[in-house]
């Protein structure tokens, strides 16, 4: 079974930064869309970043030129790196890896932006 675990979330002031990781175990194989998802209380899930196998990237607008996604294949997890963080940017980020009809989710991170 597929098991997704983030870490790296905690409290930072504003223009600080963070690293998220999402650490895969129970699959060896590749997937072919892996990313981020985040949720702020009272709002839906909204996606942040994704990747593709190919090494194709994709941003929501807001974090474009802050945030950037990457894949470790060595240590296979899925990197997010949040540099000049807003306080908008405070939400609980989820990772998930999918090869439809197969999505897999983490059980979440909280980054809070406050000063």
């Known amino acids: 079974q597929v098991q997704l675990v983030e870490s790296g979330g905690g409290l930072v002031q504003p223009g600080g930064s963070l690293r998220l990781s999402c650490a895969i175990s129970?699959?060896?194989?590749?997937?072919?869309?892996m990313g981020w998802y985040r949720q702020a209380p009272g709002e839906g899930r909204e996606k942040v970043a994704l990747?593709?196998?190919?090494?194709?990237?994709n941003y929501e607008d807001s974090v474009k030129g802050r945030f950037a996604i990457s894949r470790d294949y060595a240590k296979n997890t899925i990197d997010l790196q949040m540099n000049i963080l807003k306080p908008e940017d405070t939400a609980v980020y989820y990772c998930?890896?999918?090869?439809?009809?197969?999505?897999?989710w983490g059980q979440g991170t909280q980054v809070t932006v406050s000063s």
């Open positions: 998930y890896v999918a090869s439809p009809p197969r999505l897999y």
């Open positions: 129970g699959s060896s194989r590749s997937f072919d869309l």
């Open positions: 990747i593709t196998t190919s090494g194709f990237t």
